[in-house]
């Protein structure tokens, strides 16, 4: 598979977490429902370039490793707790052998002060990042093209 130098892919993601308060259905062990994703910075599809997506989550959940093969690229759980995430990408073979592995602080509760528990208002916590890719393959740089 040839590679083309000097060309540089670079896809644009948003990778985070938004949570609701349940409110009146809201017990001690679940108190929020939760969504980790990772998305195209402006909503592409990026079923083009990743394979597969594994959400490492806090070991009080049970079958803690999450894959999720096709987009979107996302898990929604209910839980009690804050924790760290670990969000594993997994390319496509001629893309990169390699995966990617980057970490978000799941958040339940706002930072301000004064700052009721609401069941309308989520919190949303959301990080962007590029992954790129130098010297692509013919075959994933057409893909990525005509996609
Ligand atoms: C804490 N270090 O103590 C954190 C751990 C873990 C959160 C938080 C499990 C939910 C379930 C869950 O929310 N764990 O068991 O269904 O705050």
Redesign the pocket.
Known sequence: NKRLKDVEISVPIVYGTMAFWLGKKASE??SHKWTVYVRGATNEDLSAVIKRVVFQL?P??TNPTRVVESPPFELSE??????EIAISIFFHSDACDKQWTLFHHLKLYAEEEFCPLSTKKPVVVESYDEIVFPDPSEAFFARVQNH
């Open positions: 062990s679940q806090h009080t959940f209910c839980g009690w707790g804050e924790f």
